[in-house]
């Protein structure tokens, strides 16, 4: 089946440092991927999605100036939560969708804590 | 705008007992419907869909959903857990036009006891 693979699978971060998170689609080509938001022992709030090549849609309320996303090819999107602060610690999920069958696959998350 | 509502937060059972996870859903067009689930610091994984076609739908580790349009649901059913299938468990939907963007309920957590 499709892989989708994130990195780091966690990270500790100091206050004020900006964190990269990557997301690779290791056997498929994503045209859309998605970053998703959890917080502890709640449900998944989509964040933005991406399409390759072209700028990233957010949603609202989400800062585009704090979580710069980057989609440059079909397999890597980034997330660079930038000027981290404490709570900006949650869970980081990323998906990537092929486009067929309107599924989307979905990483393993990447634990993000800033002190 | 599409919504889904999980009716349950948690639902404690015991082993080889069967269980329903509730979902309905909100939408003026046409959806497409998922369930995932999700183990502790882990990201999600999809159990089935429905797309299309035959409302009652298999998916893996004994799971199945039926797509019931005029009541708008699409539970979930196992006819015997076990304790491996403690987890927490997402409805989510999505329509035609979306840019493939899924719509989650809140969950449902799944507590298998001995």
């Known amino acids: 089946g499709a892989v989708v693979s994130q990195h780091p699978s966690w990270v500790i971060c100091k206050s004020g440092t900006s964190v990269k998170i990557e997301c690779r689609s290791l056997?498929?080509?994503?045209?859309?991927m998605f970053w998703y938001r959890q917080f502890p022992k709640q449900s998944l709030m989509l964040m933005a999605t991406?399409?390759?090549?072209?700028?990233?849609?957010?949603e609202q309320g989400v800062e585009k100036d704090k979580f710069l996303i980057n989609h440059a090819s079909l397999t890597l999107s980034t997330l660079t939560v930038t000027s981290a602060h404490p709570e900006d610690s949650s869970f980081y999920i990323c998906?990537?969708?092929?486009?067929?069958?309107?599924?989307?696959?979905f990483g393993p998350g990447t634990r993000l804590t800033v002190l | 705008a599409q919504s889904v509502t999980q009716l349950d937060s948690q639902v404690p059972v015991f082993e080889e007992a069967p269980v329903e996870l509730r979902c309905n859903y909100s939408s003026s067009v046409s959806v497409y419907l998922f369930w995932y689930v999700q183990y502790p610091n882990q990201g999600l994984q999809l159990l089935l869909k429905y797309l299309s076609g035959s409302t009652l739908v298999k998916g893996i580790n004994g799971f199945e959903a039926e797509f019931n349009k005029s009541q708008t649901s699409f539970h979930l059913r196992k006819p015997s857990v076990h304790i491996s299938d403690t987890a927490e468990y997402f409805c989510?939907?999505?329509?035609?036009?979306?840019?493939?963007?899924?719509?989650f309920g809140k969950g449902t957590l799944l507590t298998v006891n001995p």
């Open positions: 989510a939907v999505s329509v035609e036009g979306s840019n493939y963007k899924l719509t």
């Open positions: 998906s990537a969708s092929s486009g067929v069958n309107n599924e989307q696959f």
């Open positions: 991406s399409n390759e090549g072209s700028k990233a849609t957010y």
């Open positions: 056997d498929f080509q994503a045209t859309t």
